[in-house]
C-alpha cells in the first residue's frame, strides 16, 4: 500500500473543501516528486471552493486542488537528470502537450492542448504534488518562500505587463485584485512614469499604493478623468492593463487611452463583454490577450526581486494549512492580498 499524505481536496461537486488522507503520488517515467513547503490561494482556488459557474464547468471530482507553491524535490522518477533531490524549487502550472506549433516555438502560452495543475490534474495544495521534469522552475535559495510561493501570480502579472516597454510611460490598471496589485509594482520597478489603480474595493486600493501606484481610483466615487488630470496626463494612458473582467472597467480604459496606445487584457469576464470597436478603430490602439505566462517570466520575476522588487506587501494572511478554512474566509471577505498557506510546520507553530 502506498504511503499516504495530507491535502485540500474538492471531494464532490458542491461548496467547500475536505483536508483528507491520499495517496503520496508515485513519480513515473520524466516526473519529479516535490516535497509543498508553501502554497498560495489564487482566485482560481475561490472559483473552486465556492463551486461557481466556472468551477461547475472546469473541475472534474474528486481532486486535490492548488497551484501557487514553492517545495523541495523529494524524489524523482526514472529518465530525470539534473534535479538533485533537496533543490528548492516552484512548478509551472500549465503541462504542455510539447507537440503543437506554438510549443514547437517556445509559446507554450499558447500550447492548444494544454492542463493545469489543481484544475485538470491533481495539485499542489497537499504535502507533496508530481509534475513533469520539464515544468519544474529552479529557485534561488536565496528568495523568501513566502513570495515564491505565489510566483504563479507574480508570473501573470510580469507577463501581462511586460508585453510592453514602460520606461517613462503611463500606465492604467483596471483591478486591484493581487495580480493588479502585484502588477502596480512591476510597472513602477520597469520604469513607469505615472501608475494608476482602479478598482471600487478600497481595501485592495490601499494594498495598490503599498506597492507603487502613484494613484488608487475607487471609480464609485472618484472621476478618473479628474485623477488623470492632477497626474498630469496630457493625452491619455500610453499603456493600459486589464485585470478585473468587467466591461465596465475596459469601457472606461479604452476611452482614457491615448492614441496608439496598448491594452493587455488578462481579467476574465463570467459574461461577453461589449466594445467601443469604434474608438478602439479610430485611436489605433492594440489589444493583446495575456494567458498564463512565458517560462522566461520566471527568471524576470527572480531577478526583479532581487533587483529590489519588493513584493511582500502583497501578503495579508499567513496559515497553516490545516487553517484553510480561515485562507478561503479572508480571500472570500475582499479584504486580503495573498494568502500564504505553511505546509511544514506543526499546527499551532508560528
Ligand atoms: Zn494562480
Ligand atoms: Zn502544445
Known sequence: MSQLMDALVKPAPGKGL?????PIPEPGPGQVLIKVHKTA???TDVHIYNWDPWA???IRPPMVIGHEYVGEIAAAGAGVTGLRVGRRVSGEGHITCGHCRNCHTGNIQWCKDTQSVGVDRDGAF????CIPESNVILIDPNLPEDVVAFFDAVGNAAHTALMWNLVGEDVLITG???IGIIAAGICKYAGARRVVVTDINDYRLELAKK??????VNTQREDLH???HKQRLVEGFDIGLEMSGSGAALTQMISAMRNGGKISLLGISNKPVPMDMNSIICKGLTLQGIYGRKLDNWHQMSYM????LDLTPVITHRFHYTQFEEGFAAMNSGKSGKVILDWTKQEGLS
Open 18 to 22: 475536505e483536508l483528507r488522507q491520499v
Open 41 to 43: 490561494i489564487c482566485g
Open 56 to 58: 461547475v464547468e472546469h
Open 126 to 129: 497537499a504535502e507533496y504534488v
Open 176 to 178: 486591484a485584485g493581487p
Open 211 to 216: 506597492m507603487g501606484a502613484d494613484a488608487a
Open 226 to 228: 479628474e485623477i488623470m
Open 305 to 308: 526581486v532581487q533587483g529590489g
